[in-house]
């Protein structure tokens, strides 16, 4: 297998897929495969009690949280968080540092809820996330959301903002960041995330909602984005995604078992992100604009000094058994994406070729 640097849907760990293979046409002896299986039986039913319970270890979820597993990608919860929160009115409050977050508020404006931004990069040129001192809400907020890693941007939050009114809750978009390390979940009200980048398939999409805010939601708010309808039916109103709900599982597994943890995996990606920015800072023919203490872990976006290169750069890569490192085509230049399941050793081959292009093109 080839390294792979994708922003999403991202590399998954070679053993998980490889044990996926090994059990995909005859599950554990049950004679078939899991993909086949009724979300209601008893072995698929173990599979989801086994996936959420290795979750709830490896992020100490505390008990008075829920764990959905949802459909539709962290986009449709743009609309779900205000739809499940607002329910008795209140204005949606964001932290703006990116692409994302700016999807997110639009989609609020979309559901004709009046949306506040209580704090924004856009006066930096989003290369550093707004200080808590920085933070303004709204009379009548009703939540506050931020996104903790925007993904294009190369962005991440190195502290959790706090809300300071009472009973206001702290909703994370956590999409590309969730489980790269510890995380102290009972600061939040809420956190969601689409699998494709370090939880498992695109499709599943993960919620952690604090139990209390369940009674908040909007009379208009579909059945199928109700976290209380959710929660109340373990995640299976209908059908689930349950194959992704599997691997995911599987990936959870993974990262207890043969990562060690959310604390051995965080040392594991300061130094792959850590060895990536050195590698950068020390050439005069890459860079990367965002302040040092925000600079994404997880995606690093960074330009050539030339950009006439960038096409030479993304072939010889390519060539070089370097996958996926275009940046966002919004954005364009190039972008290596860190995610949990990309060995050290695919940084240390990144960074090799890197040196070696400057060399023969700078
Ligand atoms: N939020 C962030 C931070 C993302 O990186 C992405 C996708 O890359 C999304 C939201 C959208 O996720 P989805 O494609 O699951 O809707």
């Known amino acids: 297998r080839k390294f792979n640097f994708c922003a999403g849907p991202a590399a998954l760990p070679t053993a998980v897929l490889e044990r996926a293979r090994a059990e995909m046409l005859d599950y554990q002896g049950r004679g078939l495969s899991v993909m086949e299986m009724s979300h209601r039986s008893d072995e698929f039913v173990a599979i989801a009690e086994k996936a959420e319970a290795d979750l709830r270890e490896l992020l100490e979820i505390p008990s008075n949280y829920r764990v959905l597993f949802m459909q539709g990608g962290a986009s449709t919860q743009f609309a779900g968080v205000p739809l499940n929160l607002l329910g008795a009115g209140g204005s949606a409050n964001y932290l703006y540092t ?21 704090a924004s990069s856009e006066s930096n040129g989003l290369i550093a996330v707004p200080r808590q001192n920085a933070i303004q ?13 925007e993904t294009i941007g190369g962005l991440e939050f190195d502290y959790i903002p706090e809300v300071a009114a009472d009973g206001v809750p702290l909703v994370c978009d956590m999409s590309s960041s969730i489980l790269s390390g510890p995380l102290d979940v009972s600061r939040f009200g809420v956190i969601y995330a689409g699998a494709q980048k370090n939880i498992g398939p695109a499709g599943l999409t993960l919620v952690i909602v604090r139990e209390d805010l369940l009674d908040r939601a909007r009379k208009d708010c579909p059945t199928m984005l109700n976290w209380k309808t959710a929660a109340e039916a373990n995640s299976m109103f209908n059908t689930p995604p349950t194959y992704a709900w599997y691997l995911s599982g599987l990936v959870f597994e993974w990262l207890k078992d043969e990562v060690g943890g959310l604390a051995a995996m965080n040392a594991i990606n300061d130094r792959k992100a850590q060895a990536l920015y050195a590698a950068i800072d020390g050439s005069d023919f890459y860079s990367n604009p965002i302040v040092t203490e925000n600079r994404s872990r997880m995606n690093v976006p960074f330009v050539l000094a030339d950009d006439r290169l960038d096409k030479t750069f993304l072939a010889e890569s390519e060539a070089a058994g370097l996958l996926n490192l275009a940046g966002h085509r919004s954005v364009g230049g190039m972008r290596a994406s860190l995610y949990n399941a990309v060995p050290e050793a695919a940084v240390t081959a990144l960074v090799d070729f890197m040196g070696d292009f400057a060399r023969r093109h700078g």
């Open 98 to 118: 990116g692409i994302w977050g700016k999807k997110a508020i639009k989609e609020a404006e979309h559901l004709a809820v009046g949306s506040h931004v209580a």
């Open 137 to 149: 809400l709204s009379g009548d907020v009703g939540y506050l959301h931020y996104t903790a890693n």
